[in-house]
């Protein structure tokens, strides 16, 4: 995170710190409230979409969650399933001996 957010702080920096010849403002030939209106409709746009993310995260970690639990109860009742079908098993065999 921190190397994805670098070159904006220094961006940033330049462009609120450093002279006004090396900001981008100054570069790119635009109105500075034009510029300000499209940094603000980027950085709305970057934490919509960070909101996306993390919500669809969230949702794939609780589906995942309720999928192991779901596997956990299955193989929970197919042991108990086993152990019936064993205990017949074994009772059919103790019948055919003694009958």
């Known amino acids: 995170l921190a190397a994805a ?14 002279p006004m010849e090396a900001s981008l403002v100054r570069e790119s030939g ?7 209106l499209l940094t603000s409709i980027a950085a709305g746009a ?3 979409l960070s909101n ?7 949702i794939s970690v609780r589906q995942r969650r309720e999928h192991e639990q779901e596997v956990a109860a ?3 009742r197919t042991a108990g ?11 059919r065999e103790m019948h055919d001996v003694v009958a």
């Open 30 to 36: 635009r109105n500075p409230a034009e510029f300000q």
């Open 46 to 48: 970057a934490i919509a």
């Open 74 to 76: 299955w193989a929970a």
């Open 52 to 58: 996306v993310i993390a919500t669809g995260i969230g």
């Open 81 to 91: 399933l086993a152990s019936v079908n064993e205990r017949n098993r074994i009772a």
């Open 5 to 18: 957010t670098a070159p904006l702080a220094l961006l940033y920096l330049l462009a609120a710190v450093g």
